[in-house]
T-cell receptor, first 112, second 111 residues
């Protein structure tokens, strides 16, 4: 089945720890994205990548890092520098810029 | 900076009613306008994408319109069903593959 997978579905982290969220797609899409969603709010763009080995900061990149070593994978690391990391994180991909974005099921991160 | 607003924040209607969800954006220089559906605790499902050169798109009981000059888009849902209950999000795409989302309209369709 083609699609986007995110793991894990739920993640708990202690303050001061880095944690990495996984995003994989087998749709052969060039572009991939990471968004953050807080309760009752829309999504905000963290990072995006239009091609392998290249990525750009979104609106709220501080405290986050990404890599794009493979077309299929776009992992997001939430570092200890992120002051309020508890949120719902969504990954998406698209064929290219300005195309429909397809979303994964999300990872809910809770900092204890 | 693009800002997207959705009104109302929540809407409750009886089954069978036709309804309209509203989306407004401040920067008319958009590539497209997209509507998504989100069920509780889930990811987003794309419903309709309207390119900047288009006026509307239709899929089944859904019709989305776009008026760039006024900075508005509407999502029309005909003959609503309880299964339509979800949060509906609109998003505008500007340069650099950047989607700016509204806060969503939470729709409840009562049987």
């Amino acid at each position: 089945d083609g699609g986007i997978t995110q793991s894990p579905k739920y993640l708990f982290r202690k303050e001061g720890q880095n944690v990495t969220l996984s995003c994989e797609q087998n749709l052969n899409h060039d572009a991939m994205y990471w968004y953050r969603q807080d309760p009752g709010q829309g999504l905000r763009l963290i990072y995006y990548s239009q091609i392998v080995n290249d990525f750009q900061k979104g609106d709220i990149a501080e405290g986050y890092s990404v890599s794009r070593e493979k077309k299929e994978s776009f992992p997001l690391t939430v570092t200890s520098a992120q002051k309020n990391p508890t949120a719902f994180y969504l990954c998406a991909s698209s064929i290219g810029a300005a195309d429909t974005q397809y979303f994964g099921p999300g990872t809910r991160l809770t900092v204890l | 900076k693009q800002e997207v607003t959705q009104i109302p924040a929540a809407l409750s209607v009886p089954e069978g009613e036709n309804l309209v969800l509203n989306c407004s954006f401040t920067d008319s220089a958009i590539y497209n306008l997209q509507w998504f559906r989100q069920d509780p605790g889930k990811g987003l499902t794309s419903l309709l994408l309207i390119q900047s050169s288009q006026r509307e798109q239709t899929s089944g009981r859904l019709n989305a319109s776009l008026d760039k000059s006024s900075g508005r888009s509407t999502l029309y849902i005909a003959a609503s069903q309880p299964g339509d209950s979800a949060t509906y999000l609109c998003a505008s795409e500007t340069s650099g593959s950047r989607l700016t989302f509204g806060e969503g309209t939470q729709l409840t369709v009562n049987p």
